[in-house]
């Protein structure tokens, strides 16, 4: 039975939001997007290789606003359009998607490494403060000389 005469609780603001996806938390949070790191990937070989965006974009038979769109992970281009754009840089996509995993795998491996309590403290530098036994593999003392 309900209780009819006690008076319902107001709606907050948190409520009335629908959250489509979980909220990400820990390393995933700052995980960025496919588009992004793609887009960066193909900047990034471009401007190595000392292209222009014109020229690349002619090469690929893409449209100038819309690789640049794409570089800076506006766009989520097709595969066609992906291979295009590889190509014209001398990469195939299984070259494009190493070098995107790459920058995902630098990416996690840099956010574990960044301390989650808001201290400047890093993973590194607390390794690093842990002393280290100074003996050898057999047992016997290891001297340092400074």
Same mark, same amino acid.
């Given at each position: ?39 960066? &990937? @193909?900047?990034?070989?471009?401007? =190595?290789? *000392?292209r222009? %965006?014109? !020229?690349?974009?002619e090469? /690929? ?19 066609? &359009? @992906?291979?295009?754009?590889?190509? =014209?840089? *001398?990469?195939? %996509?299984? !070259?494009?998607?190493?070098? /995107?995993?790459?920058r ?23 390794? =690093? ?5 100074a ?12």
């Amino acid at each position: 039975m309900v209780d009819s005469s006690r008076a319902p609780e107001p709606i907050r603001a948190d409520d009335r939001r629908v959250q489509l996806r979980p909220v990400p938390t820990g390393v995933n949070a700052r995980e960025p997007l496919w588009r992004d790191v793609v887009g960066d &990937v @193909l900047r990034r070989e471009r401007l =190595a290789r *000392g292209r222009t %965006l014109k !020229d690349v974009a002619e090469a /690929a038979r893409i449209s100038m606003p819309y690789l640049s769109e794409v570089e800076r992970g506006r766009k989520e281009a097709s595969s066609e &359009v @992906l291979a295009a754009a590889a190509h =014209a840089l *001398g990469l195939g %996509l299984a !070259d494009l998607l190493a070098l /995107a995993q790459r920058r995902l795998t630098g990416e996690r491996r840099a956010a574990a490494e960044r301390p989650s309590d808001g201290s400047a403290t890093s993973l590194a530098a607390r390794r =690093a403060a842990v002393p280290r036994r100074a003996t050898r593999r057999d047992g016997g003392a290891l001297l340092l000389a400074a």
